[in-house]
Structures are given as C-alpha cells and as structure tokens.
C-alpha cells in the first residue's frame, strides 16, 4: 500500500525557519518528480515546488523562490522543504505528491498527481 506523509509542520513566528519533511513508501520513491503544494484557507491550491527524480533540477514558486528550498533524500525515501524568512502569507496546508512525470515540466504545478500526501499545517505569525 502506497503511504506519503507529511511531517514538520508547525507554528512559527514571522521571520523564522521550518523544515518539512515527506516520507513515502510502497513506491518506487526515484521513479517520481515530487512537488510541494500549499492551500491557504478560502484559497485555491497552489504548487509552490518541484523536484526531479535525482534532485538535479528544481523549480520554485516566485512567491517562495530564494526563500524555500526543495530537496530530497532517495536513499531514505524522503523529501524536503527547507522554508526561511516565513511570512504570515506563507500560512497553509502543505502537501507532498508524488507527480506523473520524473521530472519538473514546464507546468510542473499542473501534472497529474499519482499519490498526495495528507498535509501538515504551517501557521505564521507576525
């Protein structure tokens, strides 16, 4: 059974750091592009990052580029969202998925997604 959860998420003051994490098994976890998605209350879902299968090409919201960094770990079947600088409109539910391509397209945000993660909740405060 494929399984992809969320971890890290939390409540932060404005300015500060957060590092989520997802991990996934029941999956072939380097055969996938992986993005980050975030939804804010009354808003829609937004893709915010993208990472190739081998971790070589990433691809960033302009509402997070030079502040957030993906990454991620094959060995351990886990991705990363390295968030700095956090700003009360970076508040959100934050999910992984697991994307239909092994790499980050040109609409990387609008791929069809082969398994999402439940989300872990991010609160900024000012």
């Known amino acids: 059974q494929v399984q992809v959860v969320e971890s890290g998420g939390g409540l932060v003051q404005a300015g500060g750091s957060l590092t989520l994490s997802c991990t996934a098994s029941?999956?072939?976890?380097?055969?996938?592009?992986m993005d980050w998605f975030r939804q804010a209350p009354g808003k829609e879902r937004e893709g915010i990052s993208c990472i190739n299968w081998s971790g070589s090409t990433t691809r960033y919201d302009d509402s997070v580029l030079g502040r957030f960094t993906i990454s991620r770990d094959n060995a351990k079947n886990t991705l990363y969202l390295q968030m700095n600088s956090l700003k009360p409109e970076d508040t959100g539910m934050y999910y992984c998925?697991?994307?239909?391509?092994?790499?980050?397209?040109?609409?990387?945000?609008?791929?069809?997604?082969?398994?999402w993660g439940q989300g872990t909740q991010v609160t900024v405060s000012s």
């Open positions: 029941g999956l072939t976890f380097d055969d996938y592009a």
């Open positions: 998925a697991a994307i239909l391509k092994d790499y980050c397209s040109g609409s990387w945000w609008s791929e069809p997604v082969a398994y």
